[in-house]
């Protein structure tokens, strides 16, 4: 399971979470998340509550850029 910040809505942050099947979107108070979290950061959700994923989040965002490159829109 995979879990991407994907907006945040006032106090709601909005989660992509996806697998190999689909993709659904999940609603959560905004205070559940670290105060540095950013839209686009991939998140762990563990016992002790929601964390970005750091390393995760940069090779996510380097392999998007990578793909735009591709494609010619950068």
């Known amino acids: 399971m995979m879990y991407v910040l994907d907006r945040f809505e006032g106090e709601i942050a909005v989660i992509e979470k996806s697998d190999q099947e689909q993709i ?6 905004r205070s559940l998340l670290p105060s540095d ?3 686009g950061d991939v998140l762990v959700l563990s016992d002790s509550g929601w964390s970005a994923d750091k390393e995760a989040t940069a090779q996510r965002r ?3 850029q990578n793909r ?4 010619g829109l950068l």
């Open 37 to 39: 979290t950013e839209e």
């Open 24 to 29: 659904t979107f999940v609603e959560i108070n």
């Open 62 to 64: 380097s392999q998007i």
């Open 68 to 71: 735009l490159k591709r494609m």
